[in-house]
């Protein structure tokens, strides 16, 4: 024990966590007892201090971590050096966790509701009876033949817990396993899909990158890795020898504008045009990879099939949209959309980059054919799959899940319509999270409501409509940390623990090349906690039958240890590093066959994987070729013939009369709350929200100064925010850096439930919002609600 | 002996305030009320907050500017010299530090600062039950002093120590294995966590440390630099 190094310190406290006494064997580490009276100062800490890695669950960026554990106790989570999306930094959302481990209000033991539904009343029970009541439920839907009234909502599910849950569902007989990606991520999938052919939201090698075009991805305050984005324009601007630029496009600076070289504040909703006039400007000039657009790309020149002319990418480009014309549109001068182009296709590589969470991309079918012509960029540019380009997100090799048994009443129960209308209504969607409610009211039967990782009432634009398709659904079951704004509705809430205490793998995503982290107890669970997975298995078993067979597993670390066991590590090497990764990203070369199976292409359903990009999207094409264009326009097309297959600009439908309701709302993630609606409860994170206004503990509405001197408004003023749909008060705060048509609230302020630190705090923007759901991708309409604010 | 010296590059800083919250469970500040914070009594060692006075030109050619800023540990500080009581005071390696057992609350420091890193307990730190278990155990006592991680009671000011006690730590684990200590031992939570890989910590006495080099640079300034406070906390100012 005489000679090492803190790295080796680290590892040994790793692997032997929650045995060793590393620090006790260490003199001067040690506990002494009345050192007040010692001559020198003398440093006391802990009599056992272990280390134990672990993955964060605050934000998509999964986040490597570190916790101190001291006497048992958790007291500082660190960033895992070893982590390649944080490399040993982490944020304060990951600093603060221990808030939420430690949370005054968390769920201590399974809960049955004893009074109405929301009165709050209610008793405990065990487990077993939990566990009961729900495979009955369930074997009774399964035995009136109707499975597929049992539905799953989930959140941020990681690693195998996705298709942990659907293989639940399946092996139940319903199809209703439905998750809240249409509620940010999936504009940018299904923009991917539709071109590149991967349903994925792609990545961007900003290290080696000279050129960002921000399409209001928000770099620095959030996205689905916004810490791998961080890290990367921190590289960008002086991690080497060649400054890259940043140009944000947004209607809000906000920090990533601020930090970045040009801000070009767009009118909102209208990128689409924008990119589809830089694509031009590319085209004319002729600044195109001609070999990657002919040879491996689709579309881009006019085609004929089966003797019909189709229009290509190229000339449908150069007809509508000159850069005069987009300024008309876009309010960002043509001089600047020629320089800005021009800039990007001569310091290639260069990205343009997709919004997630916090852009305002969504919104309309015009949000997917946005998130096509952003990308089409990088096509144009022929930077897919090059250093410093666009690259596609590789996995780990995952054990298959073994084959589910026959078992009529579940296939039957699979080939039910979904619940949430997704491929059948939206016909273009996966998920469509948020019509689950409109579906409820409209007569769709549910039985059986499962809650997981989601809470529908505070997250979906226009929740509160929730709480009435709640009423119409007989059992709802809910897991939680905290009872919040959902759970507070549900018959059963059974408490999870939080992810500082529970098994959970996770595909690390942002980085390119495939690892797995690891997140492990890093104590014993503090209450009565059930994993969810683990609740799943053991309901599985209770219910016997093909069910049961389904999942022939003990536990979930079980599940975890089948499904990674090719990964190329043994379980405990992962336990003990927290990550195992194959590093080193390669790009496929262009056509060969890693090129067709990994880069382009593979994902299509109908279209031909044949590795060609599609500047005229095929798939799309697959799916509403059938269509009359009185079903297009229902679908918010303004368009018929090829152009329904090319991206193009098709104006927001915005909710609201534009005399009435002037302004357009946008909800932001902040960096400090973050997209998880937990951490509103996080008191060190309440207190922080606010910094970029100067408030605290509170919401706010952000607002142009020019707009509010229009208004007769002033800083601090109390302000009613009001939409069609509803109205919230809240705090004004003066933003100069916003368009002056545009105001912005901040979200996971308004919280009727959750916690003593959450409730009632702010106010909640999306409840105002339009509930609707746009009716060909099933996403969720967050941009295009429009609003009034006035002096309360 | 080094002279512990940060460096903040502006420009790889993105406000994200994980050094604030780093400081917090590190050093066991409290969150105060939500009463108390709208009045601005916030305990955080290190603040970040949109740099006063910064923001400048109207839509669209507007920009926000943001600091982040721990104590300057600066190499006059004004905050000893009006101390009635000694409780504040530079040591050997350059680290302002505060004595909380002699500390009698004057504030007179407080004032003093220039830079208002210093901050007065007006309540006992409270921590909801379960919340107090995450406190950092680590700290340092004898011949009166009272300082790093441990809670600090009603009616003393508190600083950022640059995690003096992560000093001490390292020294005794270097002493524990028989070997000499080595600056790049230590680093305060701040340094350890930003997520732009913006600061920097090391011995100015070192030429060759990193935070010798930087200061160095033509984008290096130092906050108020004309009251003549020499801070040890240096920046390197943005878009440059």
Redesign the interface.
Known sequence: ????T?RQFLKISGATAGVAAVAGA????TRRSS????????????GEDVIVPTVCLLCPSGCGMLARV??G???????SPMHPI?L?????K???S??L????DRLKNPLRRSGERGSGQWREITWDEAITEVAQRLNDLRQAGHPEQAALLYGETRGQLRSFFDRFMQAVGSPNAISKDSLNVEAAKLATYYTQGIYNFPNYDLENSNYILSFGANL?EAGPWV?RT??G??YM???RATRGKIVVIDPR?G?TG??ADE?I?IVPGTDAALALGMAHVLIKAGLIDFEFVHEYGFGFEDFSTDGVKHKGFKNFVLENYDPRKVEKITGVPATTISRLTGEFAKNQPGVAMLAGKGGMLNGSIGGLYAGMAVHMLNALVGNIDKPGGVQTQRYMPCTSWPELSSDPVAEAGRQQQRLDGAGSEYPLARHAYQAVADHVLNGASVDTLFLTGANPVFEAPGGQRFIDAFSKIPFIVSFASFMDDSAQYADLVLPEPTFLERWQDDHIEGIGYPGIALRQPVIEP?YNTMNTADFFLRVAQTMGGPVAAAFPWGSYEEVLQYRLQNIGTDWDTLKELGVWMVPGYHPARRGNERWVQEVVGSDRLSAPRDGRFDFYARELSCALDALSPEQLAALGLSVTGDAVYLPHYEAPPYQGDANDYPLHLNVITL??LGPVSAAANM??L???SG??V?E???GWVEM???TARKHFLQKDDEVVVESPFGRVQTRLKIV?????DTVNMPYNFGHTAGG?YAKN?GANGLTVMSGQTEPATGLAAFTNTRVRVRKA | MPKWSMVI?L??C?????C???C???NNTP??S?EL??EGR?M?WND???APHE?S????N?????LTRPCMHCENPPCIKVCPVQATFIDEEGLVRQNYARCIGCRYCTVACPYGVRYFNWFAPEF????????????????G?L??PAVRPKGVVEKCTYCV?RL??A???A?????DFRPD?YMP?CV???????RFFGDMNDPDSTVSRLAESDRAFRLLEEVGTHPKTIYLQEGK
């Open positions: 024990m005489a000679h090492f803190r260490v003199p001067g580490l050192t007040i009276e010692a001559a020198t100062p003398q440093f006391q800490t802990s001291a006497d106790r958790v007291v500082k989570m660190e960033g944080n040993g930094a982490l944020c304060p990951g600093q603060a221990l808030e481990l430690y949370n005054p620095l810490q961080v890290a324009q921190s601007r002086r991690g600076q920090i601020a930090k801000w504040p503090l960096m400090s008191p060190t309440m207190e922080i910094m970029t100067g605290t503990w509170r142009n100064p020019e100069p850096g916003l368009r002056p003593r705090r | 590059d420009e790889k993105v406000a994200c305030q994980a604030s919250i780093a917090r469970f590190e969150v105060v939500p914070a709208w916030e955080r970040v907050f949109p923001e030109g109207d839509y669209p507007t920009k926000t500017h943001y909801e039950s379960p919340l107090e278990q995450h406190l950092n155990p680590d700290k340092i006592e004898g011949r002093d300082e790093g006690h001490r730590k020294h005794a684990r002493e524990a294995e028989g070997r031992e939570a350890q966590t930003c997520t732009g890989k913006a």
